[in-house]
């Protein structure tokens, strides 16, 4: 019926659109009990006509004529557990698809866990291919779809995408698309990170207005009748090795895929192989990718009856070895502490007013690296003098009333993450990439982009991505910037339970798999402090991201309790604010997985203004920076152990006002305190290095 007419229909997408363009209008971009609107310079360029226009999988392109994006105004309206599909009804409002319903952008700005998305449309006039796919980047959380009142199928997860082949239900014209998406939030078992319902009228603390529905972008794709389904890369610093399954060719007869490499100007290197089987090319001179030199490999793949484009990064990740020299104890240091990282039972109360009592209890216990003296007396609030027993390095601060000190290190062998064979000091922030206008949906492709280039142009060159998976485009930008990627599985950020299991290793797997291809991610975060972990046997859990891709470094727990069963790649501590001097060993590198949270809130960009929270606050822009640059000091001191600091975060969210940048990413520093920032990071980076062992 499809093909009947299909060539006589102009490229027009939607039918139902006609008029809808007026009754759209962003809600309020501020928390919904006060006054603010604090819309981003992007979400002010957002036309419901050219929404997110860019083509979603710059990891495997077509030519333009083969792809339709089906972003912009579609029919809405709450619904609910019991309903039936309301197939040829006009539904009671419109959504500015791909943003969340909770969002501003969307033109909703309320929450729903039950939602109804309705779009009738015509096939593009050009699609002239056997078959049509119809693709989600990525809906939060169950799916289930319909097409001219055929179930396509369902999907489960609010992370990956998914895609249907709707050949056999689609026509040329007045095609009625339904999407019914059920989204508990954290009422539910799934992974939703710091996405909560509470949130919208209770705000605060570390968790946000969630994004409920499609967040990512909606498209048609034309393809032929055998074609190319997926490609897998991976590179190190000779070769590629690379795979492609193909749809519709027969397993007795797989079609030979040719892939041509080309390093921008001419082809350097060709392979072929089998439909599903892997080639390994060797790519001479190779011209190898790292965060001072993002180079990209161009990719084409071809069979007989189809062609994609692709793209890859030469690089390797893994762990060196690099020799420690001995650092001799610090003996008593009077005025000085070192908060947190105490052994159980810490602090007891000393029968002697006498620090050397307590250096001489730390001396005398194999768990004590460290330890700080309690001063007695009424100026102190010390009715007797106490001490702490510490492991690890904890951050000093000036305390009159501490006398505090470590026991030093023997000289040792310790791991540091090598990218290309060699070390490179990684100094990032935390990323939650929630936007005000958008939340979990950046309101444009400069937008998406900007969050990554801010960190080459504040001195960085890592993110840490936390509690979300973000578009593909993300970590293009990502690769083509050369920004280093560790990133985060999603937690069930508390409420976990043995039903949360099972979707979490299927959201886990379809992570892995869906970002494999991307050379910016160099470690995978299993988990995240004491969110979910406990559910889980995190060995297991470890060796199955081993398994998935044995080409990356595996953190276990960043800043949680399995942390301390020291398996895979990473020691990773969190402390608040200073940061913390976690130990490298044989085995694992040390990395200060959070840090920092220091806040000055800036009046007109709050989201609930006059009611910003943060780990330390401080009065202005220069105190914040001033601060930073203190901590980044103390992290310099670090480096005989540390290679990996993520400072909490890139922007203020929502009430949490800890950010660089503003939540509608505004400048918070002027350009003199920027530079000096700037060059308070370099100076981490680039300092002075161990010799490799």
Known sequence: MFFQALFVFANLISLSRTGLAKTWAPTQCGFSGGNANIITQWGKQVDPNNVLPEYPRPQMTRPNVTWQNLNGLWEFQPGSASDQPPFGQQLSGTILVPFP????????????????????????????????????????????????????????????GFSFDISAAVEATNNELLVFVYDPSELGYQPNGKQRISAMTNPGGDVYTPSSGIWQTVWLENVPEQYIGS???????????????????????????????????????????????????????????????????????????????????????????????????????????????????????????????????????????????????????????????????????ANACRVSGDMGLPARIIRRPYLNGGFLFLAGWLDQSFWPDGQYTAPTDEALAFDIQAVKTYGLNTIRLHQKVNPERWYYHADRLGVVVLQDMVQKYGGASAATVPVFIQDLQAMIAGRYNHPCII???????????????ATQVVELVQALDPSRLVDT???????????????????????????????????????????????????????????????????????????????????????????????????????????????????????FIVAANQKLIYGSQLPVA
């Open 101 to 160: 319903v909770e969002s501003c952008l969307s033109g909703v700005g309320q929450n729903h866990q039950y939602l109804w998305y309705r779009l009738v449309f015509n096939v593009p006039g050009d699609f002239s291919a056997s078959r049509v796919l119809l693709h989600f980047g990525a809906v939060d959380w169950q799916t289930t779809v319909w097409l001219n009142k055929v179930q396509l199928g369902n999907h489960t997860g609010g992370y990956d």
């Open 231 to 397: 490609v897998r890369v991976l590179a190190d610093t000779r070769s590629l090795t690379v795979s492609a399954e193909v749809v519709g060719a027969p397993n007795s007869e797989p079609p030979l895929v040719t892939f041509a490499i080309s390093n921008g100007s001419a082809v350097v290197a060709t392979a072929s192989a089998p439909a599903g089987q892997q080639v390994t090319v060797y790519v001479p001179q190779p011209h190898l990718w790292d965060p001072s030199d993002p180079f990209l490999y161009d990719l084409e793949v071809s069979i007989a009856t189809d062609s994609v484009g692709s793209y890859f990064g030469m690089r390797s990740i893994e762990l060196g070895k690099e020799q420690q020299p001995p650092t001799p104890p610090t003996g008593p240091q009077f005025g000085i502490d070192r908060p947190g990282a105490d052994l159980p039972g810490y602090p007891v109360t000393l029968a002697k007013a006498d620090p050397s009592v307590c250096e001489a209890m730390c001396a005398n216990n194999s768990q004590c690296t460290a330890w700080a003296y309690g001063v007695p007396g009424s100026a102190c609030n010390n009715e007797a003098a106490l001490c702490w027993l510490k492991s690890g390095f904890p951050s000093t601060t």
């Open 523 to 537: 470690q995978w975060e299993t988990f995240n402090e004491g969110d979910c972990v406990d559910v889980f046997n």
């Open 557 to 675: 727990n960043s800043g949680g309790p399995a942390n301390n069963l020291y398996i895979a790649d990473v020691n990773d501590i969190h402390t608040y604010p200073y940061p913390g001097h976690p130990l490298a060993s044989d085995t694992q590198y040390a990395m200060v997985g959070e840090y920092g949270g220091i806040g000055a809130f800036v009046a007109g960009h709050e989201w609930n203004p006059g009611q910003c929270q943060t780990y330390l606050h401080v009065n202005t822009p220069a105190d914040e920076a001033d601060t930073y640059i203190a901590m980044v000091g103390q992290l310099q001191s670090f480096k005989t152990d540390v290679s990996c600091c993520i400072y909490t975060q890139i922007t203020d969210l929502e009430m949490e006002c800890d950010g660089i940048l503003n939540y509608d990413r505004t400048a918070k520093f002027d350009a003199n305190q920027t530079a």
